[in-house]
T-cell receptor, first 113, second 116 residues
Framework: DGGITQSPKYLFRKEGQNVTLSCEQN?????MYWYRQDPGQGLRLIYY???????QKGDIAEGYSVSREKKESFPLTVTSAQKNPTAFYLC????????????FGAGTRLSVL | GDSVTQMEGPVTLSEEAFLTINCTYT??????LFWYVQYPGEGLQLLLK?????DKGSNKGFEATYRKETTSFHLEKGSVQVSDSAVYFC???????????????FGQGTILTVHP
Protein backbone atom coordinates (compact mmCIF):
# COMPACT_ATOMS: atom_id res chain seq x y z
CA ASP A 1 0.00 0.00 0.00
CA GLY A 2 1.26 3.48 -0.86
CA GLY A 3 1.41 6.05 1.84
CA ILE A 4 3.42 8.08 4.29
CA THR A 5 5.07 6.46 7.27
CA GLN A 6 6.13 8.46 10.29
CA SER A 7 8.19 7.05 13.12
CA PRO A 8 8.28 6.77 15.99
CA LYS A 9 4.68 7.25 17.04
CA TYR A 10 5.77 8.64 20.43
CA LEU A 11 9.09 10.30 21.25
CA PHE A 12 10.54 11.80 24.40
CA ARG A 13 13.24 14.42 24.50
CA LYS A 14 15.54 15.31 27.35
CA GLU A 15 16.74 18.85 27.99
CA GLY A 16 19.48 19.87 25.57
CA GLN A 17 18.95 16.89 23.31
CA ASN A 18 18.37 16.86 19.58
CA VAL A 19 15.84 14.34 18.29
CA THR A 20 15.00 13.28 14.75
CA LEU A 21 11.57 12.38 13.45
CA SER A 22 11.38 10.12 10.44
CA CYS A 23 9.09 10.58 7.43
CA GLU A 24 9.12 8.18 4.48
CA GLN A 25 6.76 8.12 1.49
CA ASN A 26 6.35 5.63 -1.34
CA UNK A 27 3.87 7.72 -3.31
CA UNK A 28 6.56 9.08 -5.65
CA UNK A 29 5.59 12.61 -4.61
CA UNK A 30 8.03 15.42 -5.27
CA UNK A 31 6.94 17.80 -2.50
CA MET A 32 7.07 17.07 1.23
CA TYR A 33 6.09 19.12 4.27
CA TRP A 34 6.43 19.19 8.03
CA TYR A 35 3.69 20.65 10.22
CA ARG A 36 3.34 21.20 13.92
CA GLN A 37 -0.06 20.73 15.58
CA ASP A 38 -0.79 22.18 19.03
CA PRO A 39 -4.05 21.71 20.96
CA GLY A 40 -6.73 24.16 19.86
CA GLN A 41 -4.61 25.43 17.01
CA GLY A 42 -4.42 24.59 13.37
CA LEU A 43 -1.41 23.13 11.70
CA ARG A 44 1.59 25.39 11.23
CA LEU A 45 4.19 24.80 8.53
CA ILE A 46 7.74 24.19 9.74
CA TYR A 47 9.63 23.31 6.55
CA TYR A 48 8.82 22.17 3.04
CA UNK A 49 10.75 20.66 0.16
CA UNK A 50 9.70 20.75 -3.46
CA UNK A 51 12.55 18.62 -4.78
CA UNK A 52 15.47 16.53 -3.63
CA UNK A 53 18.35 18.52 -2.11
CA UNK A 54 16.21 21.61 -1.73
CA UNK A 55 14.07 22.81 1.16
CA GLN A 56 12.60 26.07 2.44
CA LYS A 57 11.59 27.47 5.80
CA GLY A 58 7.94 27.66 6.64
CA ASP A 59 6.26 29.87 9.20
CA ILE A 60 7.89 28.42 12.35
CA ALA A 61 11.30 27.03 11.31
CA GLU A 62 13.32 28.30 14.27
CA GLY A 63 14.71 25.44 16.34
CA TYR A 64 14.17 22.86 13.61
CA SER A 65 16.26 21.48 10.75
CA VAL A 66 15.56 19.14 7.83
CA SER A 67 17.31 17.34 5.00
CA ARG A 68 16.09 15.93 1.69
CA GLU A 69 18.77 13.59 0.37
CA LYS A 70 16.27 11.16 -1.14
CA LYS A 71 12.91 11.70 -2.75
CA GLU A 72 11.29 9.26 -0.35
CA SER A 73 12.64 10.70 2.88
CA PHE A 74 12.29 14.03 4.69
CA PRO A 75 13.52 13.75 8.31
CA LEU A 76 12.93 16.54 10.80
CA THR A 77 15.37 17.29 13.61
CA VAL A 78 14.07 19.12 16.66
CA THR A 79 17.12 20.84 18.09
CA SER A 80 17.83 21.96 21.63
CA ALA A 81 17.18 25.51 20.40
CA GLN A 82 13.47 24.71 20.18
CA LYS A 83 12.37 25.67 23.67
CA ASN A 84 8.81 24.41 23.43
CA PRO A 85 8.97 21.20 21.39
CA THR A 86 6.02 19.37 22.92
CA ALA A 87 3.53 18.95 20.08
CA PHE A 88 2.14 16.60 17.48
CA TYR A 89 4.22 16.60 14.29
CA LEU A 90 2.72 15.73 10.93
CA CYS A 91 4.51 15.02 7.69
CA UNK A 92 2.76 15.39 4.33
CA UNK A 93 3.49 15.06 0.64
CA UNK A 94 1.91 16.15 -2.62
CA UNK A 95 2.33 15.75 -6.37
CA UNK A 96 3.63 18.47 -8.65
CA UNK A 97 0.33 19.13 -10.37
CA UNK A 98 -1.79 19.31 -7.19
CA UNK A 99 0.39 20.67 -4.43
CA UNK A 100 -2.52 21.81 -2.34
CA UNK A 101 -3.90 18.29 -2.02
CA UNK A 102 -1.63 16.90 0.62
CA UNK A 103 -1.40 13.36 1.97
CA PHE A 104 -0.54 13.05 5.63
CA GLY A 105 1.20 10.53 7.81
CA ALA A 106 -0.21 9.42 11.16
CA GLY A 107 2.05 11.76 13.11
CA THR A 108 4.64 11.67 15.89
CA ARG A 109 3.84 12.94 19.36
CA LEU A 110 6.90 14.54 20.95
CA SER A 111 7.09 15.21 24.67
CA VAL A 112 9.78 16.68 26.87
CA LEU A 113 11.01 14.70 29.89
CA GLY B 1 -2.02 37.60 5.72
CA ASP B 2 -4.27 34.65 5.07
CA SER B 3 -6.32 33.27 7.94
CA VAL B 4 -9.07 30.75 8.59
CA THR B 5 -11.52 30.86 11.48
CA GLN B 6 -13.64 27.87 12.47
CA MET B 7 -16.47 27.66 14.95
CA GLU B 8 -15.47 26.81 18.47
CA GLY B 9 -15.81 23.20 19.47
CA PRO B 10 -16.25 20.63 20.59
CA VAL B 11 -19.49 19.71 18.86
CA THR B 12 -21.51 16.83 20.26
CA LEU B 13 -24.42 15.36 18.32
CA SER B 14 -26.66 12.34 18.36
CA GLU B 15 -26.60 9.95 15.45
CA GLU B 16 -28.69 11.11 12.47
CA ALA B 17 -28.56 14.76 13.56
CA PHE B 18 -27.76 17.57 11.12
CA LEU B 19 -24.23 18.94 11.21
CA THR B 20 -22.92 22.39 10.43
CA ILE B 21 -19.36 23.49 11.12
CA ASN B 22 -18.79 27.13 10.25
CA CYS B 23 -15.67 28.33 8.49
CA THR B 24 -14.80 31.85 7.36
CA TYR B 25 -11.60 33.03 5.77
CA THR B 26 -9.49 36.06 4.95
CA UNK B 27 -7.27 35.89 1.91
CA UNK B 28 -5.95 37.98 -0.93
CA UNK B 29 -6.80 36.91 -4.44
CA UNK B 30 -8.96 33.90 -5.13
CA UNK B 31 -8.09 31.06 -2.79
CA UNK B 32 -8.99 27.41 -3.07
CA LEU B 33 -10.82 26.04 -0.04
CA PHE B 34 -10.58 22.65 1.62
CA TRP B 35 -11.97 20.55 4.43
CA TYR B 36 -9.62 17.99 5.93
CA VAL B 37 -10.63 15.35 8.50
CA GLN B 38 -8.47 13.73 11.17
CA TYR B 39 -9.77 10.47 12.64
CA PRO B 40 -8.46 9.43 16.07
CA GLY B 41 -4.81 8.43 15.96
CA GLU B 42 -4.42 9.22 12.26
CA GLY B 43 -3.12 11.97 10.03
CA LEU B 44 -5.32 14.33 8.05
CA GLN B 45 -7.25 13.28 4.96
CA LEU B 46 -8.73 15.54 2.34
CA LEU B 47 -12.53 15.42 2.68
CA LEU B 48 -13.60 17.88 -0.02
CA LYS B 49 -12.49 20.97 -1.89
CA UNK B 50 -13.72 23.90 -3.97
CA UNK B 51 -11.55 25.99 -6.23
CA UNK B 52 -13.78 28.91 -7.22
CA UNK B 53 -16.75 30.90 -6.04
CA UNK B 54 -20.10 29.05 -5.92
CA ASP B 55 -18.41 25.67 -6.32
CA LYS B 56 -19.81 22.96 -4.09
CA GLY B 57 -17.47 20.28 -2.82
CA SER B 58 -18.96 17.00 -1.66
CA ASN B 59 -17.81 13.63 -0.38
CA LYS B 60 -19.17 10.91 1.93
CA GLY B 61 -22.40 12.85 2.47
CA PHE B 62 -20.57 16.04 3.46
CA GLU B 63 -20.98 19.25 1.47
CA ALA B 64 -19.54 22.76 1.51
CA THR B 65 -20.18 25.68 -0.83
CA TYR B 66 -17.59 28.36 -1.60
CA ARG B 67 -19.33 31.67 -0.81
CA LYS B 68 -17.15 34.57 -1.88
CA GLU B 69 -19.66 37.23 -0.82
CA THR B 70 -19.58 36.02 2.78
CA THR B 71 -16.03 34.58 2.64
CA SER B 72 -17.34 31.32 4.02
CA PHE B 73 -17.05 27.58 3.41
CA HIS B 74 -19.34 25.93 5.95
CA LEU B 75 -19.32 22.14 6.23
CA GLU B 76 -22.69 20.36 6.38
CA LYS B 77 -23.99 16.82 6.60
CA GLY B 78 -27.64 15.88 6.77
CA SER B 79 -27.35 12.83 9.01
CA VAL B 80 -24.18 12.14 10.97
CA GLN B 81 -22.97 8.72 12.05
CA VAL B 82 -20.83 7.61 14.97
CA SER B 83 -18.06 6.94 12.47
CA ASP B 84 -17.97 10.67 11.60
CA SER B 85 -16.46 11.45 15.01
CA ALA B 86 -13.19 13.20 14.20
CA VAL B 87 -11.49 16.58 14.07
CA TYR B 88 -12.41 18.69 11.06
CA PHE B 89 -10.07 21.34 9.65
CA CYS B 90 -10.96 24.08 7.22
CA UNK B 91 -8.04 25.26 5.10
CA UNK B 92 -7.25 27.58 2.24
CA UNK B 93 -4.59 27.85 -0.38
CA UNK B 94 -3.81 31.20 -1.88
CA UNK B 95 -1.49 32.11 -4.72
CA UNK B 96 -0.94 35.60 -3.35
CA UNK B 97 2.67 36.68 -3.65
CA UNK B 98 3.38 33.98 -6.17
CA UNK B 99 3.54 31.11 -3.70
CA UNK B 100 3.31 27.89 -5.64
CA UNK B 101 4.62 25.34 -3.20
CA UNK B 102 1.25 24.25 -1.87
CA UNK B 103 1.04 26.44 1.21
CA UNK B 104 -2.07 25.63 3.21
CA UNK B 105 -3.44 27.86 5.95
CA PHE B 106 -5.47 25.85 8.47
CA GLY B 107 -8.19 26.76 10.92
CA GLN B 108 -7.85 25.57 14.50
CA GLY B 109 -9.94 22.45 14.00
CA THR B 110 -13.36 21.46 15.35
CA ILE B 111 -13.78 18.28 17.35
CA LEU B 112 -16.97 16.40 16.46
CA THR B 113 -18.31 13.63 18.67
CA VAL B 114 -21.36 11.66 17.57
CA HIS B 115 -23.20 9.50 20.11
CA PRO B 116 -25.40 6.50 19.22
Amino acid sequence: DGGITQSPKYLFRKEGQNVTLSCEQNLNHDAMYWYRQDPGQGLRLIYYSQIVNDFQKGDIAEGYSVSREKKESFPLTVTSAQKNPTAFYLCASSIEGAKHIQYFGAGTRLSVL
Amino acid sequence: GDSVTQMEGPVTLSEEAFLTINCTYTATGYPSLFWYVQYPGEGLQLLLKATKADDKGSNKGFEATYRKETTSFHLEKGSVQVSDSAVYFCALSSNAGGTSYGKLTFGQGTILTVHP
